[in-house]
C-alpha cells in the first residue's frame, strides 16, 4: 500500500512555462486535494474533487487547472507558472464524510524563476 | 468562509514537561469537525487528533488530548511528557460537512522541545 503519491518531488520552472503535477492514491477514496503551503500561511485548498470526473474550486484556484478523470488520479497543472506560484504543493485523499482522515502526500516542492 | 487563527507562531517546552498550543476558529455551523495535524521537517503531514463538534468530550490520543470549548470557538492541544520527537509544526484544522468535506487550516505554531 504506497497511500498517497506524488510525482516530481522537486521541479524548478522559469516564468510562463508548464507543467503538471501527478497525485495518485491506492486507497478507493473517493475525495481528493490539492494544497499549497507558503511560509507563515499554513495550507490553502486549491481545488478539489468528490470524485471521478468532478472537480471544484477551493480557496485559491487562479492559475491553476485540475482534472480527476480516473479515480485515482488527481492532476494540477500550470497552464503559465509564476513565481507567486513558488510553493510547496500537498496532495491528499480521503473517503467520503467529514470525519474521515485526510491522508497527505510527500509533497512537491516547486520553484518559478 | 470558516476561519482558523493560531495565535502562537512557535512555542518551546522542556522534555517531559507539558505544553498547550491555542486555535481559535469561526464558523456559523453547528456541526463540523476539528483536527490537528502535525509535519516534521520531513515535511510529511500527521494526523495528531480529531474532535467532533457535537460531542462534549475531549478527545484524547495517549499524550495528545484536547480541550474543545465549542461556545467559545476554542480548540486547543495539550501534549503531556513532550518528547524530542514531538518537535514540529502543528497546524490546527476545520472540516465542514459539505462542499467536499473542505479542510481550513491555521497557520501553524512551530513548537521545539528541549532536551
Known amino acids: 500500500n504506497a497511500g498517497v503519491t506524488q510525482t516530481p518531488k522537486f521541479r524548478v520552472l522559469k516564468t510562463g512555462q508548464s507543467m503538471t503535477l501527478l497525485c495518485a492514491q491506492d486507497m478507493n477514496h473517493e475525495y481528493m486535494y490539492w494544497y499549497r503551503q507558503d511560509p507563515g500561511m499554513g495550507l490553502r485548498l486549491i481545488h478539489y474533487s468528490v470524485g471521478e470526473g468532478t472537480t471544484a474550486k477551493g480557496e485559491v484556484p487562479d492559475g491553476y487547472n485540475v482534472s480527476r478523470l480516473k479515480k485515482q488520479n488527481f492532476l494540477l497543472g500550470l497552464e503559465s507558472a509564476a513565481p507567486s506560484q513558488t510553493s510547496v504543493y500537498f496532495c491528499a485523499s480521503s473517503y467520503d464524510g467529514p470525519y474521515n482522515e485526510q491522508f497527505f502526500g510527500p509533497g512537491t516542492r516547486l520553484t518559478v524563476l | 468562509a470558516q476561519t482558523v487563527t493560531q495565535s502562537q507562531p512557535e512555542m518551546s517546552v522542556q522534555e517531559a514537561e507539558t505544553v498547550t498550543l491555542s486555535c481559535t476558529y469561526d464558523?456559523?455551523?453547528?456541526?463540523?469537525?476539528l483536527f490537528w495535524y502535525k509535519q516534521p521537517p520531513s515535511r510529511q503531514m500527521i494526523l495528531v487528533i480529531r474532535?467532533?463538534?457535537?460531542?462534549?468530550q475531549n478527545a484524547t490520543e495517549n499524550r495528545f488530548s484536547v480541550n474543545f470549548q465549542k461556545a467559545a470557538k476554542s480548540f486547543s492541544l495539550k501534549i503531556s511528557d513532550s518528547q524530542l520527537g514531538d518537535a514540529a509544526m502543528y497546524f490546527c484544522a476545520y472540516r465542514e460537512q459539505t462542499s467536499g468535506s473542505r479542510l481550513t487550516f491555521g497557520e501553524g505554531t512551530q513548537l521545539t522541545v528541549n532536551p
Open positions: 474532535q467532533e463538534a457535537y460531542k462534549q
Open positions: 464558523t456559523s455551523e453547528s456541526d463540523y469537525y
